[in-house]
């Protein structure tokens, strides 16, 4: 079982629908990631929060809207998504003192997009 | 920037084989090495990780992996695949001292048959 908890497991959304993606993790990290993975490719950064604020978008757009209300917890707020956008959603986690502490990654979010 | 590469896509083995899966790194500088597997329908996990010291290094379920700074290389090896290792196998780098930049390699496909 991963220490990183994603709700909800699966997701089906129209183009028009307002959803968000949820993350929790309890292991005190102050950095937490969102990635992109689409199927049989490596997860792609797609923003980074360190101790709470934004430090990294990697050129997301705008239709996706991150939130880190609190050091535990890290939303993705989606609006008005494409299909292309249809992929597996990972959130993770880590220590921010030292770069050599690896992430840990949550089961995702598996999101079809209508 | 760096770039992270796994020149094999897919390898089919039968039980019992030795296993040595090839990365490449491309930044000359200080480097945290890792490796993640994903098996079906679950959450990356982390097998081991090199940062400094002893450049062999020993992961869970058996396997290892030798760092070599002359080549940029973090080849995984397991001496006897099992059945239950089928997976995606990913290595990742992020450069030593930053700790948020954390670069994927495309990933290897390992099918054991049993």
């Known amino acids: 079982d991963t220490e990183v908890t994603q709700t909800p497991k699966h997701l089906v959304m129209g183009m028009t629908n307002k959803k968000s993606l949820k993350c929790e993790q309890h292991?005190?990290?102050?950095?937490m990631y969102w990635y992109k993975q689409k199927a049989k490719k490596p997860p792609e950064l797609m923003f980074v929060?360190?101790?709470?604020?934004?430090?990294i978008n990697e050129s997301v757009p705008s239709r996706f809207s991150p939130e880190c209300p609190n050091s535990s917890l890290l939303n993705l707020h989606l609006h008005a998504l494409q299909p292309e956008d249809s992929a597996l959603y990972l959130c993770?986690?880590?220590?921010?003192?030292?770069?050599?502490?690896?992430?840990?990654f949550g089961d995702g979010t598996r999101l079809s997009i209508l | 920037a760096q770039s992270v590469s796994q020149h094999n896509h897919h390898v089919i083995l039968s039980e019992a084989a030795s296993l040595e899966l090839g990365c490449n790194y491309s930044?000359?500088?200080?480097?945290?090495l890792f490796w993640y597997v994903q098996y079906p329908g679950q959450h990356l996990q982390l097998l081991l990780k090199?940062?400094?010291?002893?450049?062999l290094v020993k992961g869970i379920k058996g396997f290892e992996a030798e760092f070599i700074k002359s080549k940029f290389s973090f080849n995984l090896r397991k001496p006897s695949v099992q059945w239950s290792d089928t997976a995606e196998y990913f290595c990742?780098?992020?450069?030593?001292?930053?700790?948020?930049?954390?670069?994927f390699g495309s990933g290897t496909q390992l099918t054991v048959l049993p």
């Open positions: 993770a986690s880590s220590r921010i003192r030292d770069s050599n502490q690896p992430q840990h």
């Open positions: 090199y940062f400094s010291g002893d450049p």
């Open positions: 292991m005190g990290h102050r950095a």
């Open positions: 990742a780098v992020n450069e030593g001292g930053s700790a948020r930049q954390l670069t």
């Open positions: 930044y000359g500088g200080t480097v945290n």
């Open positions: 929060y360190s101790y709470e604020k934004l430090s």
